[in-house]
């Protein structure tokens, strides 16, 4: 069996201690064992002087669903350390389904994973589609999506589950967790998931509660009523007795600037209340989604053709427009479209509007002579709702206080498609280790390495990774702690991170010496 050993590096372990010089013995897949800094061993030897090793790192939030099934060497995550995405998130994915809630899906999801990426589209159940993933460039965990679940049961109806419709979800989410999803996801202002009860999400949070996984909700208001919308995810759980890993969080808007003790207050309140809590977040100021997703909720409900149509019925399009320009949307987190945070990052298939990337939403209408509603509802129906915006609306302060929070870990969000997406997808992790320790001190090298390591890979469930200890999985990172900094812009989105020496995924190594291997030794990680 190989053996190979990362000779004299500084040892970052991932429980959060100080670093300590040292070696790593790998075997197959397994870190054997942790040695002196000037250890020799029968293995070949990679010298990592003034390098530190680290648990390879864990993207708690990503949307590569589709993304790990192509060819791609997945450069955007290699290159800064990660070794495991979590996928399945924001209550929409691609398994368990149909022939028909698939295909509506791919049509959703189309700004999101790609509008049709060339694969075989065969896969019905959770365990068909893990089977996929398997042997992927990194280790894969999947949760059970929410709405793709409301799809199959319920369709896309703009209405309460019945308590039939509710216990036929619970017995799909039961069968999705035995095949080896790890928890449940669920995205509170896409549709149909918005048009969830409280009392739909503490039923199926009951189930993933038995089996000892966790939910994870993009939660319903992160503007107007952003502690209400938390505050609804802590009753959940606290109901259903799951543990809670809440999405992206953060806070954001100028309406919520002075709000940040209430949020924090609320986060730690968990333990008092019994809550096993964590979260992740990314460290950029702005979102990314679909600008579908912008609509009000009812102007969502049905298939693509039937939303389309929406949109070009004038009596529809004037409500619309109220809801975005006056009313506030609850797709915009029930607060009105601030036009000049908004921009349009691709446009699908829709040719002509290729020279609206990159422009802000008041910039288009501009160009166009028209409302800035009117324009993006027209960019949104040309586009067969595939169209992507980013929209700046963070508070760094608030950002900097999350990143600080001890249940705190890390998620890009990162979707990888499109002419322009967000840079996170890119430079999430390597953005914290530069920047935010190495240049602003905002954490302790080793508090970051720990957030990004094993408080995930606990909440995964996954105690075999996640810390440099012997017996745990070879999942390892070699990074120059000097030079270690994202690249990537909003105008240049897909720069690789750079500091990143080596990757190793299940003991093989994914990048050496700063290059991607093309190596896919990543497992899916089930319970």
Not at 149 to 164: I, K, M, N, Q, Y
Not at 311 to 334: F, K, M, T, W, Y
Not at 365 to 373: N, V
Request: charged share 20%.
């Amino acid at each position: 069996m190989n053996r190979i050993l990362l000779r004299q590096g500084s040892i970052v372990d991932g429980t959060g201690t100080p670093p300590r010089p040292g070696s790593l013995l790998v075997e197959g897949d397994v870190l054997l064992d942790v040695l002196p800094p000037d250890a020799e061993v029968d293995a070949e030897v990679v010298d990592v002087a003034g390098l530190t090793l680290t648990p390879g790192f864990v993207d708690m939030h990503s949307h590569s669903d589709l993304h790990l099934l192509s060819s791609d060497l997945n450069e955007a995550k290699l290159l800064q350390g990660v070794t495991t995405e979590v996928i399945g998130q924001d209550g929409l994915s691609y398994a368990p389904v149909s022939a028909e809630s698939l295909a509506h899906l791919a049509d959703q999801l189309a700004g999101w994973n790609g509008r049709r990426p060339d694969l075989d589209w065969q896969w019905r159940s959770v365990a068909d589609f893990l089977d996929r993933l398997d042997g992927s460039s990194v280790n894969v965990a999947f949760l059970v999506p929410h709405s793709t679940l409301r799809l199959l049961v319920v369709g896309s109806a703009a209405r309460p589950a019945t308590p039939e419709e509710i216990e036929q979800m619970c017995t799909l989410l039961d069968e999705a967790l035995s095949q080896g999803a790890v928890g449940l996801s669920a995205g509170l202002t896409y549709a149909p998931g918005c048009y969830a009860e409280t009392s739909e999400l503490i039923a199926l949070c009951s189930v993933v509660a038995r089996h000892g996984g966790y939910y994870c909700p993009h939660h319903r208001n992160y503007g107007a009523d952003v502690i209400g919308g938390y505050g609804e995810c802590l009753d959940i759980a606290q109901e259903s007795g799951v543990a809670l890993h809440l999405a992206h969080t953060h806070l954001s808007f100028p309406a919520n600037r002075n709000r940040l003790p209430e949020l924090l207050d609320l986060l730690d309140s968990a333990p008092r209340r019994g809550i096993d809590l964590s979260f992740d977040a990314y460290p950029y100021l702005a979102g990314m989604s679909t600008l579908a997703s912008q609509l009000p909720s009812w102007a969502r409900e049905g298939s693509l053709r039937i939303q389309r149509a929406r949109l070009r019925n004038a009596d529809d399009r004037r409500r619309i427009v109220r809801a975005l320009a006056e009313e506030g949307s609850d797709g915009h987190q029930g607060l009105p479209l601030d036009w000049d945070t908004i921009v349009v990052a691709d446009v699908g298939t829709a040719a002509p509007w290729r020279w609206a990337v990159g422009r802000s939403l008041t910039e288009v209408a501009e160009r166009l002579q028209s409302d800035p509603a009117e324009a993006t509802l027209d960019l949104i129906a040309d586009s067969d709702l595939a169209a992507t915006c980013i929209m700046h609306f963070g508070i760094e302060e608030h950002v900097r206080a999350l990143m600080q929070h001890p249940a705190h870990t890390v998620g890009s969000d990162g979707i990888l498609e499109g002419a322009r997406p967000h840079p996170r997808g890119w430079g999430s992790f390597a953005r914290i280790l530069g920047p935010y320790v190495r240049e602003l001190g905002v954490l302790e090298l080793p508090e970051a390495v720990r957030h990004m390591t094993s408080s995930a890979t606990d909440r995964l469930g996954q105690r075999g990774r996640g810390r440099l200890l012997p017996g745990r999985r070879a999942d390892i990172v070699a990074i120059d702690p000097a030079v270690i900094s994202d690249r990537a812009t909003y105008d240049r989105p897909r720069t690789p991170a750079v500091g990143v020496r080596h990757v190793l995924v299940n003991g093989r190594f994914a990048v050496r010496d700063g290059h991607v291997t093309g190596i896919r030794a990543g497992r899916v990680l089930t319970p």
